[in-house]
């Protein structure tokens, strides 16, 4: 039987009804706890991105080490540590601490130099004169609560500029390939390129290029000019081009030299009363002037490569000599004057050779 009154409404079970008001009000209060959670994880670990990166600097230079952090946590030290030759891998070298500032670790390296801000977490380092012994890792190291021990690397790599030098020889005259010039780039890091600009000399000439590589990571560059040596190439310029990552493009300059003797001789008339001897030789010929069969007169004068004759007198007629002599060699050429009447002439007898 009915109870007076029901309807079918109001005869559900009423137990349903408190149960979806107790579903409702967890959900409500499980919601606000994992927003406040996210909340203050979010906060608690807003670290900016580390990144990895190269220092590079260069010999004899100063050298900035990066480290710095934005976070909320609470920073107690900063510790940097190091992987290098000649020390044990992760050496710990310095600690800088709020109180304390920067304490060596073992031996005291004053090279280094706290340019940081602790309270800003920005522990970054100055670090004065690094040699190539001191190329590597180093890595800074955040002791952060709660947000653990986040670091930041940096490869650290010195460039070492060449030294840089460009020889000549001197070789003499002949047909077999020898050496004309060497250009130099010594101990750089990383190693230079070197390369020639030849000029005339293009397609008569080659280059050979040598390397040694040194214990300390340095690089000796040789580069040198071979040819067979001709009086042609002599005086010619070449430009040795040295590139390198450690400083700009050096260009050096240098003339070839080549040794020869003497080669044709030639008396060149300057006035009516003078005559000069030439020739071409490396290094220059010395020009003595004698007459055949007697001591030069005292009116004539030489003067340089250069025969004077002060006066038109018969007796100084005759046959004259000019002889080019340098160290490899030696030629003559003649010339024969004879005065008549007071008229001066005469015949040029060139290209007598004589060779010692």
């Not at 190291?141 to 460039?159: A, C, D, E, H």
Request: proline residues 5%; aromatic residues 8%.
């Amino acid at each position: 039987m009915k109870p007076f009154g029901a309807t079918e409404a109001n005869r559900r079970p009423r137990y349903r009804k408190t149960c979806l008001c107790f579903s409702a009000g967890l959900f409500s209060v499980i919601l606000k706890m994992f927003i406040l959670l996210t909340a203050s994880h979010l906060q608690t670990k807003h670290v900016e991105a580390v990144q990895v990166g190269d220092v590079v600097v260069m010999f004899g230079s100063s050298a900035i080490l990066p480290c710095q952090i934005i976070t909320n946590d609470r920073l107690s030290q900063i510790t940097w540590q190091r992987t290098i030759k000649g020390k044990a891998p992760d050496d710990v070298f310095l600690i800088i601490q709020p109180m304390i500032g920067l304490k060596y670790r073992n031996e005291k390296d004053f090279r280094f130099e706290f340019i940081g801000n602790f309270n800003d977490k920005n522990g970054t380092l100055k670090f004065s004169n690094p040699t190539l012994k001191d190329e590597g890792s180093y890595t800074c190291i955040f002791s952060l609560f709660p947000g653990g021990t986040p670091s930041r690397n940096s490869q650290l790599v010195i460039l070492v500029p060449p030294i840089t030098n460009l020889m000549d020889y001197t070789p003499l005259e002949g047909n077999e390939e020898v050496p004309l010039a060497t250009c130099t780039a010594a101990a750089s890091k990383p190693k230079a390129e070197v390369r020639w600009i030849k000029g005339s000399l293009e397609g008569k000439v080659r280059e050979e290029i040598k390397e040694t590589q040194h214990a300390n990571g340095t690089t000796t560059t040789w580069s040198t000019l071979l040819g067979k040596p001709g009086r042609e190439m002599n005086g010619q310029s070449v430009k040795c081009v040295i590139s390198s990552e450690a400083t700009n493009e050096e260009i050096l300059e240098t003339n070839i030299q080549v040794h020869y003797p003497p080669g044709n001789v030639n008396i060149v008339e300057r006035s009516e009363v003078s005559y000069e001897c030439e020739t071409n030789a490396n290094p220059k010929a010395t020009v003595t002037w004698t007459r055949s069969g007697q001591s030069l007169p005292q009116s004539v004068k030489v003067v340089g490569a250069t025969l004077q004759f002060s006066s038109q007198s018969n007796d100084l007629s005759g046959l004259y000599q000019c002889e080019t002599t340098n160290p490899y060699g030696s030629k003559q050429a003649y010339l024969f004057v004879h005065f008549s009447s007071g008229e001066f002439c005469c015949e040029n007898k060139t290209n007598k050779q004589m060779f010692t």
